[in-house]
C-alpha cells in the first residue's frame, strides 16, 4: 500500500508536464476493453467523464458512455459513444466524436496465463472541421480525428499483471480540417489543413493490486504508444506535406483506482501524465494531464 | 438508470455548441486604402446549381497585394474558401481562407498575383467549385 501511496504522490508531482496524453477514447482506452464483467451479468454499462488540461491552456471535458455485452464466458462485445467539449483561446467548442464498436475474445487456456484478442473500429461523428463564428479550428478543438480506424490488441494477463499491445489503424480518412496557423492570429498550433494521420502502436503493463476485503483495487500501468510515421497536411498552395517531429513514441503514466460498492456496481478514478513526447503533435493529442472519474453498473 | 442516461443525453445535445472565444470574434480588417491601385478586376460567374453575384478586385497597397470581394454575394456552402487560380479550376491555387463576411483577403508576400489568372470560391469540404472569377488587368 505504501508504494501505491508513493506512486500517487510522484504522478500528482509530475502533472505539470507539459506533454502528450490520451485524448480521445481510442487506443489509450484499448486495454481497459480486454476486462469484461463478471460473468454472471451479460449486460454492462459505464458512464465515464474525463477532465484534461493540454497545450495552450486548452482544457477539455470529455465524457462518454459504453454498453458491453457478454456472449458467453468467452465473447463478449461493447459499443461506446464519445463526447468532447475543448475551451480555450479559440472558445469554446463541443461535440460528439466517435463511436467504437470492439469485440473481446478470451482464449481457452491453463492458468495463471490468459490470453485475450480484441479487434473493433472507430466510426467518426464529424469530419473533423467543427468552426465557431466561422473560423476554422484545430484539431485540439475538434471532437474527432475524422478517421475510420481499426482498432486490434492482444492481452497476456498473468496473476496480477496485464500486458496490452495494440495497433490503431486509420483505413478511410474523413478530415476535412481546415485550420492554417497563418490565418489563425496564434502560433500555438500547427497547420493541420486536410490532415493525414498515421497509425499508432501500443503497449501497456498493468499491475493490480487488491484489498483483502476486495472493496479497493489499484491499477498503476504504464502505456506506450509509438506513432509510426509523419502525419501531413495541405499547404495554402495546395501541396501535400510531412509535419516534420509528429512521429515518435509517447510514454504516459496512469493510475486507476476502483472502490467496489458490489458485485454489480462501482467506482473508478484514473489519473495520468506523460513523461516522454513526440516533438510535434498536430492530432491535438496533447493532453498533459487527465482525470476521469467512471461508473460502472452490470446487470 | 434510465434517467441518468436521458439526462446526460440531453445535456450532451444542449451542449453541443459553440462560444466564441479572443481568436474567434469578428476581426476588424482595415478596409482598402483609398492610395491603393486597383490591378485586376474579374465577375463572378456560377457553377451548375449556384447563385453568385459581384466581383473580385485586387489592389496594391504599398507592397502588398489584397483581394476585395464586391457586392458579393454566393449560395451558403459548409466549407467556402477564396482561391487565387492559375486556372478557372482549383488545381493551382493559393488558398486565402475561409470566405467570411470580412470580404477582403490579404495576398501572401510569397506570392505574385500576375502568375495567377482567376479568383474562385470553392467547398473543400466536398470540393465543389461554387463559382469564378477570370481576372483582367486593369
Known amino acids: 500500500m505504501k508504494k501505491i501511496l508513493l506512486c500517487v504522490l510522484l504522478f500528482s508531482m509530475n502533472s505539470t508536464i507539459q506533454a502528450q496524453g490520451c485524448s480521445d477514447a481510442g487506443i489509450c482506452s484499448a486495454g481497459n476493453s480486454f476486462q469484461t464483467q463478471e460473468h454472471e451479468h451479460k449486460n454492462g454499462l459505464e458512464f465515464g467523464s474525463i477532465l484534461g488540461a493540454g497545450e495552450a491552456d486548452v482544457r477539455y471535458f470529455s465524457p462518454y458512455l459504453t454498453y458491453s455485452y457478454q456472449f458467453n464466458s468467452q465473447f463478449a462485445m461493447s459499443v461506446k459513444v464519445t463526447y468532447s467539449q475543448a475551451s480555450g483561446e479559440f472558445g469554446q467548442r463541443g461535440q460528439f466524436g466517435d463511436a467504437y464498436l470492439i469485440g473481446n475474445y478470451h482464449f481457452k487456456t491453463e492458468k495463471p496465463k490468459k490470453w485475450s484478442l480484441l479487434v473493433g473500429g472507430k466510426f467518426p461523428f464529424t469530419r473533423s472541421n467543427l468552426k465557431i463564428n466561422g473560423y476554422s479550428l484545430p484539431l485540439d478543438y475538434q471532437a474527432s480525428l475524422g478517421t475510420f480506424d481499426l482498432i486490434t490488441g492482444l492481452n497476456l494477463n498473468y496473476k496480477r499483471w496485464d500486458f496490452n499491445t495494440g495497433l490503431q489503424l486509420p483505413v478511410y480518412n474523413l478530415n476535412r480540417n481546415s485550420y492554417f496557423k497563418e490565418y489563425s492570429g496564434t502560433d500555438d498550433f500547427p497547420s493541420t489543413n486536410l490532415f493525414e494521420r498515421k497509425p499508432d502502436a501500443l503497449f501497456r503493463t498493468t499491475y493490480t493490486y487488491q484489498t483483502q476485503n476486495k472493496k479497493w483495487t489499484f491499477k498503476p500501468n504504464v502505456l506506450l504508444i509509438y506513432h509510426l510515421g509523419e502525419d501531413s497536411y495541405e499547404t495554402i498552395f495546395g501541396k501535400r506535406e510531412n509535419i516534420d517531429g509528429s512521429d515518435g513514441l509517447t510514454l504516459n503514466g496512469n493510475l486507476i483506482g476502483i472502490y467496489h460498492f458490489n458485485k454489480k456496481n462501482s467506482i473508478e478514478l484514473s489519473i495520468a501524465t506523460p513523461f516522454v513526447v513526440r516533438e510535434v503533435r498536430p492530432d491535438g493529442l496533447t493532453r498533459s494531464f487527465t482525470a476521469g472519474l467512471i461508473y460502472k453498473t452490470a446487470f | ?138
Open chain 2, 1 to 138: 438508470m434510465k434517467k441518468i442516461i436521458l439526462i446526460t443525453t440531453a445535456w450532451l445535445t444542449v451542449s453541443a455548441c459553440q462560444e466564441e472565444g479572443e481568436l474567434t470574434h469578428d476581426k476588424v480588417i482595415a478596409p482598402i486604402e483609398a492610395s491603393s491601385v486597383l490591378v485586376y478586376t474579374g465577375d463572378f460567374s456560377p457553377t451548375s446549381g449556384i447563385n453568385v453575384s459581384g466581383q473580385a478586385k485586387i489592389y496594391l497597397e504599398g507592397t502588398k497585394y489584397r483581394v476585395q470581394l464586391e457586392g458579393f454575394s454566393v449560395s451558403s456552402g459548409p466549407d467556402l474558401k477564396v482561391y487565387l487560380s492559375k486556372s478557372a479550376s482549383p488545381s493551382e491555387f493559393v488558398n486565402l481562407g475561409n470566405l467570411t463576411s470580412a470580404t477582403i483577403y490579404d495576398i501572401p508576400q510569397s506570392v505574385n498575383p500576375m502568375d495567377y489568372s482567376h479568383i474562385l470560391i470553392h467547398c473543400q469540404q466536398y470540393n465543389h467549385l461554387f463559382a469564378i472569377a477570370p481576372l483582367t488587368s486593369n
